[in-house]
């Protein structure tokens, strides 16, 4: 189905409230249809005039070198127009769910409670993603932002992102259709719905995840060969963010507009000869591999040591020397040295770049495009858009992260801190306010 | 630093208080710092003391100044006055910075010709530092090293340097230039050594042009080169001390000066000598390799770049060269002239596992920005540093950028084949860069020096090159740019330039 780039203005169909939520049903681009939903007596008219609005859009595993000006020219056309931070970075783990939980809490994770996309669940005694709304521990910028009387909005291409951060915002969508074996949604499909969003509620702020580019990298086989899907994906990411532009100017919201645009980490590929298997690295020593349960992260294994306590230390000193020892292993870490919290285990792993982990079988992990490990630390991170807020043309060195976000954006807004404080920085040299 | 500064002189209290005679007598010297050139907004002043002990040269570190501010200096001893120097000190600790302009030199051969580089660096009035690279002087006597078959000007002393009394008189000779002087006097210097400073191809435990015995025992001639750099130039090093560094700057920058002359293991023989891959040799040393790779992350400032004497980029013989092409760069590297192999086994080629080491840090680590910043090879160059070289043509995968500066003076391609510039040495060019396509930009015949640009946006270099190195008043010209974006460890031409 070809989608047209230009916008229409979504046709609105309310339908009745089932149970505490209340649902919208809106016309979006080729005839397809958007369902927002939002809490029981939320406003769904727009709000007044002279806001602010403002936008996170997350590009899904971008590297920042894969946004040019002949591949994904409104992107760098927007990086372009506002002000860039080119030593961006996700932060530990360098995953989907955690940076998005960071961006929107603006907290580590020791304490939001969110270090990974997979844990070792000690309770449940499984690993499993962190997907429930209960694993998030910290309010977000989502439900804050409401207690200062403002409407927050969230467009998430992920069912698992959809899944953590739940009913938080005032309106929300569910992402659909998801695609199989990826589980998320199509870009365009997400676009329709942050234009329905944006076109019909229209929030003080939403929160956005576009994942193709993502999915995409994961089934690139080298990173080369395979180059072209990879590059299709970002053309088309691309002509959905203009789709996003074209429609705040359409719609005269543009010059009220403060768009941030990052990733939540970026991409590796490894070669099908270089994956670690840390329970195989174990085999030799059964004592070991009984003991240690194995959340594997891609790039990064989380290992979770569930022996006796009295063999803890020597058990784990043990596990850290053998899997250090392995030629594609960069770093066996503690995870209160990465700030990750007890939901992390006891030690997390990192490969080096070209590598992969693929746990607790060789071929668990197949896909060869992975992130969680230090080379796939660098993010596109940038803030545009219409408003007077923004600072035009601009380049800052500050090592901004995805952390960031939250202060930033709350900045606009006046929000105070959260409770013991940000851990991110307000990137307001890229405001003027 | 943010906070001071190292200003430098020389005194000849007395008319047998000559360099290199160790007659004279103690003196005490006073210096002035000042906010202005005209000294009515003086900052900071003081004594120093110095006498034959250290040829009569002076070290003074002055203190408690502003940070990322321009001051002008003075010495007085007696009734003279000494000229005024300009300097600045460093931004402070991790505060914003828009802009850096470096001048960026190396390889000044007295006998080779004039120092119009350094008279035209002087002139821009917009430098915060110079960077020299090494072989600020050279050891060799007249007739040994020149400007193809002609000696421009002599070396003081006539004969190679080898003791303590000869170094000092060579470096007294160089700072008696008139464009040298003036640059001193513009702009601070940020330096290190490469092996002209001591003797050609120089390691731990020799060099190249050192004969044991009869030309002393290489630890003391060594430390004789030493103990007059530390004299006579403006740098911290003091002998026994280390002369690799870190400089901050704001949040801009970071510059890391190497020293890759006092811990390296001897050169391999030629490329093919299986040794130049061995984990048991060393150009940095274990010490300087952790020091570097620390400096070499991803927190603080945010363009990580290096000082760096000797190229650390692979440089592969092309195959197709004639026999005196071949002949002339391996002169010009030293190297060997077997194609396929690394030309130049005295740079970072010759010492693979270190180079391997840095490159792997940097990939795992996805170290952004780091810029290797090279001089020694006289000649300019722009080069990827390849994530993995034999993938590089596919991927064009860099890990970081190397700029080049050419030589001050000192001969290249076109002197050793004796052709006229851009003539002979083009197609060489051409055959390296087609064998290394991380190689962007090669000059083999130009002389002059560079300018770096520093924004958060990126890294520019520019390339001058003189007119004619042997003559006193030799104009010079913009001959090329090349940029490294930030985020992308890649050169690219320099259009426009970044502003």
Same mark, same amino acid.
């Given at each position: 189905?070809?989608?047209?780039?230009?916008?229409?203005?979504?046709?609105?169909?309310?339908?009745?409230?089932?149970?505490?939520?209340?649902?919208?049903?809106? $016309?979006? $681009?080729?005839?397809?249809?958007?369902?927002?939903?939002?809490?029981?007596?939320?406003?769904?008219?727009?709000?007044?005039?002279?806001?602010?609005?403002?936008?996170?859009?997350?590009?899904?595993?971008?590297?920042?070198?894969?946004?040019?000006?002949?591949?994904?020219?409104?992107?760098?056309?927007?990086?372009?127009?506002?002000?860039?931070?080119?030593?961006?970075?996700?932060?530990?783990?360098?995953?989907?769910?955690?940076?998005?939980?960071?961006?929107?809490?603006?907290?580590?994770?020791?304490?939001?409670?969110?270090?990974?996309?997979?844990?070792?669940?000690?309770?449940?005694?499984?690993?499993?993603?962190?997907?429930?709304?209960?694993?998030?521990?910290?309010?977000?910028?989502?439900?804050?932002?409401?207690?200062?009387?403002?409407?927050?909005?969230?467009?998430?291409?992920?069912?698992?992102?959809?899944?953590?951060?739940?009913?938080?915002?005032?309106?929300?969508?569910?992402?659909?259709?998801?695609?199989?074996?990826?589980?998320?949604?199509?870009?365009?499909?997400?676009?329709?719905?942050?234009?329905?969003?944006?076109?019909?509620?229209?929030?003080?702020?939403?929160?956005?995840?576009?994942?193709?580019?993502?999915?995409?990298?994961?089934?690139?086989?080298?990173?080369?060969?395979?180059?072209?899907?990879?590059?299709?994906?970002?053309?088309?990411?691309?002509?959905?963010?203009?789709?996003?532009?074209?429609?705040?100017?359409?719609?005269?919201?543009?010059?009220?507009?403060?768009?941030?645009?990052? $990733?939540?980490?970026?991409?590796?590929?490894?070669?099908?000869?270089?994956?670690?298997?840390?329970?195989?690295?174990?085999?030799?020593?059964?004592?070991?591999?009984?003991?240690?349960?194995?959340?594997?992260?891609?790039?990064?294994?989380?290992?979770?040591?569930?022996?006796?306590?009295?063999?803890?230390?020597?058990?784990?000193?043990?596990?850290?020397?053998?899997?250090?020892?392995?030629?594609?292993?960069?770093?066996?870490?503690?995870?209160?040295?990465?700030?990750?919290?007890?939901?992390?285990?006891?030690?997390?792993?990192?490969?080096?770049?070209?590598?992969?982990?693929?746990?607790?079988?060789?071929?668990?992990?197949?896909?060869?495009?992975?992130?969680?490990?230090?080379?796939?630390?660098?993010?596109?991170?940038?803030?545009?858009?219409?408003?007077?807020?923004?600072?035009?043309?601009?380049?800052?060195?500050?090592?901004?992260?995805?952390?960031?976000?939250?202060?930033?954006?709350?900045?606009?807004?006046?929000?105070?801190?959260?409770?013991?404080?940000?851990?991110?920085?307000?990137?307001?040299?890229?405001?003027?306010? | 630093?943010?906070?001071?500064?190292?200003?430098?002189?020389?005194?000849?209290?007395?008319?047998?208080?000559?360099?290199?005679?160790?007659?004279?007598?103690?003196?005490?010297?006073?210096?002035?710092?000042?906010?202005?050139?005209?000294?009515?907004?003086?900052?900071?002043?003081?004594?120093?003391?110095?006498?034959?002990?250290?040829?009569?040269?002076?070290?003074?570190?002055?203190?408690?100044?502003?940070?990322?501010?321009?001051?002008?200096?003075?010495?007085?001893?007696?009734?003279?006055?000494?000229?005024?120097?300009?300097?600045?000190?460093?931004?402070?600790?991790?505060?914003?910075?828009?802009?850096?302009?470096?001048?960026?030199?190396?390889?000044?051969?007295?006998?080779?010709?004039?120092?119009?580089?350094?008279?035209?660096?002087?002139?821009?009035?917009?430098?915060?530092?110079?960077?020299?690279?090494?072989?600020?002087?050279?050891?060799?006597?007249?007739?040994?090293?020149?400007?193809?078959?002609?000696?421009?000007?002599?070396?003081?002393?006539?004969?190679?340097?080898?003791?303590?009394?000869?170094?000092?008189?060579?470096?007294?000779?160089?700072?008696?230039?008139?464009?040298?002087?003036?640059?001193?006097?513009?702009?601070?210097?940020?330096?290190?050594?490469?092996?002209?400073?001591?003797?050609?191809?120089?390691?731990?435990?020799?060099?190249?042009?050192?004969?044991?015995?009869?030309?002393?025992?290489?630890?003391?001639?060594?430390?004789?080169?030493?103990?007059?750099?530390?004299?006579?130039?403006?740098?911290?090093?003091?002998?026994?001390?280390?002369?690799?560094?870190?400089?901050?700057?704001?949040?801009?920058?970071?510059?890391?000066?190497?020293?890759?002359?006092?811990?390296?293991?001897?050169?391999?023989?030629?490329?093919?000598?299986?040794?130049?891959?061995?984990?048991?040799?060393?150009?940095?040393?274990?010490?300087?390799?952790?020091?570097?790779?620390?400096?070499?992350?991803?927190?603080?400032?945010?363009?990580?770049?290096?000082?760096?004497?000797?190229?650390?980029?692979?440089?592969?013989?092309?195959?197709?060269?004639?026999?005196?092409?071949?002949?002339?760069?391996?002169?010009?590297?030293?190297?060997?002239? #077997?194609?396929?192999?690394?030309?130049?086994?005295?740079?970072?080629?010759?010492?693979?596992?270190?180079?391997?080491?840095?490159?792997?840090?940097?990939?795992?680590?996805?170290?952004?920005?780091?810029?290797?910043?090279?001089?020694? #090879?006289?000649?300019?160059?722009?080069?990827?540093?390849?994530?993995?070289?034999?993938?590089?043509?596919?991927?064009?995968?860099?890990?970081?950028?190397?700029?080049?500066?050419?030589?001050?003076?000192?001969?290249?391609?076109?002197?050793?084949?004796?052709?006229?510039?851009?003539?002979?040495?083009?197609?060489?060019?051409?055959?390296?860069?087609?064998?290394?396509?991380?190689?962007?930009?090669?000059?083999?015949?130009?002389?002059?020096?560079?300018?770096?640009?520093?924004?958060?946006?990126?890294?520019?270099?520019?390339?001058?090159?003189?007119?004619?190195?042997?003559?006193?008043?030799?104009?010079?010209?913009?001959?090329?740019?090349?940029?490294?974006?930030?985020?992308?460890?890649?050169?690219?031409?320099?259009?426009?330039?970044?502003?």
């Amino acid at each position: 189905m070809s989608r047209s780039p230009q916008q229409r203005t979504p046709a609105v169909n309310r339908r009745s409230t089932p149970g505490r939520r209340q649902f919208l049903k809106f $016309a979006a $681009a080729g005839g397809a249809a958007v369902v927002l939903s939002s809490a029981q007596g939320a406003a769904w008219a727009a709000p007044a005039a002279g806001r602010t609005r403002s936008y996170v859009l997350v590009v899904d595993g971008c590297r920042p070198d894969e946004i040019t000006s002949a591949l994904t020219p409104r992107l760098a056309g927007l990086r372009a127009a506002g002000t860039n931070f080119p030593a961006a970075r996700s932060l530990p783990v360098m995953e989907t769910i955690p940076n998005h939980v960071m961006m929107m809490t603006g907290v580590r994770p020791d304490r939001s409670g969110v270090p990974a996309n997979a844990i070792f669940d000690r309770a449940g005694g499984v690993v499993r993603d962190l997907d429930r709304p209960t694993d998030l521990h910290f309010p977000t910028l989502l439900d804050r932002l409401q207690g200062r009387g403002l409407t927050t909005g969230s467009v998430l291409s992920k069912k698992y992102l959809y899944g953590i951060f739940g009913t938080r915002a005032s309106y929300r969508w569910e992402p659909q259709p998801l695609l199989p074996v990826t589980g998320h949604a199509p870009d365009a499909a997400t676009m329709d719905a942050l234009l329905a969003m944006v076109g019909g509620p229209d929030p003080d702020f939403v929160f956005t995840n576009l994942g193709d580019i993502d999915r995409v990298g994961h089934s690139d086989l080298t990173g080369t060969t395979l180059r072209a899907a990879r590059e299709a994906a970002l053309a088309d990411t691309d002509v959905q963010v203009g789709r996003f532009i074209d429609h705040l100017k359409g719609t005269g919201k543009w010059d009220s507009s403060v768009v941030m645009v990052l $990733a939540d980490h970026s991409m590796d590929w490894s070669l099908p000869s270089n994956v670690i298997s840390i329970d195989l690295i174990l085999q030799s020593r059964p004592e070991l591999q009984s003991n240690v349960k194995i959340a594997q992260n891609g790039g990064a294994d989380l290992l979770y040591w569930t022996g006796a306590e009295a063999d803890r230390a020597s058990g784990l000193a043990a596990v850290e020397q053998l899997v250090a020892a392995h030629e594609g292993v960069l770093a066996v870490n503690r995870p209160a040295d990465l700030r990750l919290g007890a939901e992390a285990g006891d030690l997390v792993a990192y490969c080096r770049a070209g590598w992969r982990f693929s746990d607790p079988y060789v071929a668990s992990n197949p896909i060869p495009g992975n992130h969680g490990h230090p080379a796939t630390e660098p993010i596109p991170f940038f803030i545009s858009g219409g408003s007077p807020l923004v600072v035009p043309g601009s380049v800052s060195s500050e090592p901004a992260r995805t952390v960031d976000a939250a202060p930033t954006i709350g900045d606009i807004y006046g929000l105070t801190a959260p409770d013991g404080g940000y851990d991110g920085t307000s990137r307001s040299s890229a405001l003027r306010l | 630093m943010p906070d001071g500064v190292l200003l430098w002189t020389r005194v000849t209290p007395t008319p047998e208080s000559l360099p290199g005679s160790g007659a004279g007598p103690d003196v005490s010297v006073r210096w002035e710092v000042s906010a202005d050139p005209a000294f009515t907004k003086v900052v900071a002043r003081g004594t120093a003391a110095t006498g034959p002990g250290r040829d009569h040269t002076v070290k003074v570190i002055a203190t408690r100044l502003a940070p990322g501010a321009s001051y002008w200096y003075r010495f007085i001893l007696g009734q003279e006055i000494s000229p005024v120097g300009r300097t600045r000190t460093a931004p402070a600790a991790g505060a914003p910075v828009d802009r850096l302009k470096f001048g960026v030199v190396s390889c000044a051969n007295w006998q080779a010709g004039y120092f119009s580089s350094y008279r035209h660096l002087a002139a821009r009035g917009d430098l915060d530092a110079v960077l020299h690279l090494g072989d600020y002087l050279y050891e060799y006597g007249p007739g040994e090293y020149q400007a193809r078959d002609v000696v421009v000007r002599p070396h003081d002393p006539a004969h190679e340097m080898t003791q303590l009394a000869h170094y000092r008189r060579r470096h007294a000779q160089y700072k008696t230039d008139a464009d040298l002087q003036a640059l001193h006097a513009a702009a601070p210097f940020i330096v290190t050594w490469d092996d002209h400073e001591s003797a050609n191809d120089a390691w731990k435990g020799g060099a190249e042009n050192h004969t044991e015995g009869a030309e002393g025992a290489w630890s003391g001639r060594f430390a004789a080169a030493h103990q007059a750099y530390a004299e006579w130039m403006p740098v911290r090093y003091e002998p026994g001390g280390q002369m690799y560094r870190r400089l901050d700057f704001g949040s801009l920058a970071s510059l890391s000066m190497l020293d890759l002359r006092s811990y390296r293991d001897q050169q391999a023989a030629n490329g093919t000598d299986p040794s130049i891959s061995s984990t048991a040799r060393t150009i940095t040393g274990a010490a300087q390799m952790d020091w570097l790779l620390g400096n070499l992350k991803s927190t603080g400032p945010q363009w990580k770049l290096v000082g760096n004497p000797v190229m650390i980029a692979p440089v592969r013989v092309p195959s197709t060269l004639s026999t005196a092409e071949l002949a002339g760069v391996q002169k010009l590297m030293g190297g060997t002239s #077997i194609s396929g192999v690394p030309y130049n086994v005295d740079q970072w080629d010759g010492y693979e596992a270190d180079r391997n080491r840095v490159v792997r840090h940097l990939r795992d680590n996805a170290v952004k920005d780091a810029v290797f910043l090279t001089g020694d #090879i006289h000649s300019g160059w722009a080069c990827d540093i390849p994530a993995d070289p034999a993938s590089y043509p596919a991927t064009g995968d860099s890990v970081a950028a190397e700029l080049v500066c050419t030589s001050v003076t000192s001969d290249n391609l076109d002197d050793i084949l004796n052709v006229p510039p851009r003539t002979g040495s083009v197609a060489v060019e051409n055959a390296i860069k087609a064998a290394n396509p991380h190689v962007k930009y090669l000059d083999f015949d130009s002389h002059g020096y560079s300018v770096l640009d520093v924004t958060a946006a990126g890294v520019r270099m520019d390339w001058y090159v003189l007119a004619e190195r042997t003559s006193a008043s030799s104009g010079s010209a913009l001959s090329t740019s090349f940029n490294v974006q930030a985020g992308t460890g890649k050169v690219t031409p320099g259009q426009g330039g970044l502003q």
